[in-house]
């Protein structure tokens, strides 16, 4: 019965930050797009959108680790593992400014498409070849302004964990732009959400650990096949020392 009433809790409050917290984003853009040509202010207030959406979930606890090692001063490719449709409200807590990359079909959702769009996310269809190279120039537009990319470089979500074979896309970004790579491990999420129903049955641990950032000139290879290799295994390793 404990369980029930957590869970009806929970979807109610969720409901009720989306019912009330969404009007709010097309006033913040109206305000503050004149001056603020990066997005900063109304990315952050999304992050504080989906900090609160995190933060009422009693059965969900965050760790993150190594925040400090962002240099907020920075043009990165940030990359990461993704195990859950939680992971965005997840990677919002690192409190860096970026422009996530992010399937087509996320764009033409209700209030999360529009929050995307008002934020001038980067959008990709996946399947489509003729998506990339716009993707591509898209974030090559947004390094030049001094904003940051987030990527997962998986393409899609593991269904239970396991990590997936990287895409080439994020270091062919990193190399062509010569930029810095800020890896971040995930784990916990794939758990966090039921994979049958809707009921969350058990509390979960979400940690995020930020690694040391990969500086263009230290690349292991400027072949993103090779870099993209190079990376996934040391996921594989921090991965393996986090479980």
Known sequence: MKLILVNIYLYTVTIFIYIFFFPVLPVIWVLTVPFDSKLVVLHQVTGFWGFLLFSVNPMWKLTVIGKEKINHKKVYIIISNHQSFVDILTLFQIQAHFK???KRENFKAPILGWTMRMNRYIELERNNPKSV?????????????GISIMIFPEGTRSRDGALLPFKEGAFRIAIEN?????????DGSSKAVPTKGLMIKEKQNIIIKILDEIPYDSFPSYNPGELKAHIRQMYLDELSKLR
């Not at 120039?137 to 030049?144: A, L, M, P, V, Y």
């Open 100 to 102: 996530w990359v992010s």
């Open 133 to 145: 190279p716009h993707m591509m120039e898209t974030c090559r537009r947004n390094i030049q302004k």
């Open 178 to 186: 010569k930029i810095p790579i800020l890896p971040v491990i995930l």
